[in-house]
């Protein structure tokens, strides 16, 4: 186990400990961000602190620290996992309070955890397909918050997993929404679609960085959820997140996805994606 910040202090993660009062313990109440850290360098750095001042303001937590304070953070806990690629994972919680009561508590302060993990490198190829299943939404209305209530997607996860399955791909009114913990792009028709940024998903970083990238090359392309019914037309999915980058879906329950392979979109995606995250690390 490794060095964490916790509330002003580095120490071995195996010290660090948090009050039985935490709200974040008692409640699920606190956001969290997660940073891929390439070549020693935070990837995309401002767009994750603004979207965690976003998830902070939604929920009226008090924003702990300061960009500076939080680099300076992030540095220390790069430099001791040794550099290269990782992975920081940043909460902060409501704090401790005296007592358990929903209300917000007037006298505690926000509970601030950092750690870090290594990621694996960034593959020549494109990702090897994965199996996904469809499954109807089942978490509350407002996923554009950050939030460490996560047991819905948990829950969606093991269903996926327990039918042989990597990823669960989320249907509510009809839609294609996203992923239990990623963004979802589909193509049909020679056109790429992802949901656009609203309170029924998470607004993504790399999904944004996807969506730049293929505006300015000029593909086919609308930020417009999917009709459920048009998934079984698509003829490429595939999912989006910060530590999984781009992964192709080959198979959507019974049901295989093109070919079965990464798709030609998937893999010009791909390769722009590469290629921007190259140039970043170096």
């Known amino acids: 186990m490794g060095t964490v910040y916790l509330n002003g202090q580095f120490l071995p993660q195996e010290q660090a400990q948090i009050s039985v009062m935490d709200r974040g313990f008692l409640f699920g109440d606190g956001v969290y ?18 979207r965690l001042s976003y998830s902070l303001r939604e929920t009226h937590i008090v924003e702990p620290l300061s960009r500076a304070q939080w680099q300076s953070i992030f540095e220390t806990l790069i430099e001791a996992y040794g550099g290269g690629d990782q992975a920081l994972y940043l909460q902060v919680t409501r704090g401790v309070a005296k007592a358990r009561e929903h209300k917000f508590p007037t006298d505690c302060a926000p509970t601030v955890f950092v750690m870090s993990r290594v990621l694996a490198a960034l593959p020549e190829q494109a990702p090897a397909p994965i199996a996904a299943i469809a499954m109807e939404d089942i978490r509350w209305r407002r996923c554009d918050i950050k939030s460490i209530s996560l047991l819905g997607s948990v829950l969606m996860t093991q269903q996926a997993l327990e039918a042989g399955a990597r990823e669960a791909i989320l249907l509510r009114d009809g839609r294609v929404l996203e992923g239990a913990s990623s963004n979802v792009f589909a193509v049909v028709d020679g056109i790429l679609y992802t949901a656009p940024k609203d309170r029924n998903i998470l607004a993504g970083i790399t999904r944004d960085l996807i969506v730049e990238l293929v505006q300015q090359h000029g593909l086919a392309f609308r930020e417009q959820a999917l009709p459920a019914t048009e998934l079984s037309r698509a003829s490429e999915l595939w999912i989006s997140s910060s530590t999984r980058e781009m992964v192709p879906i080959g198979q959507l329950g019974d049901s295989v996805i093109g070919s079965g392979a990464a798709g030609p979109v998937f893999e010009q995606v791909w390769c722009w994606y590469r290629n921007f995250r190259s140039q970043f690390a170096h």
Do not use: N
């Not at 961000?33 to 603004?50: K, M, N, S, T």
């Open 33 to 50: 961000e997660v940073i891929p850290v390439f070549g020693g360098r935070c990837f995309r750095l401002d767009e994750h602190l603004a």
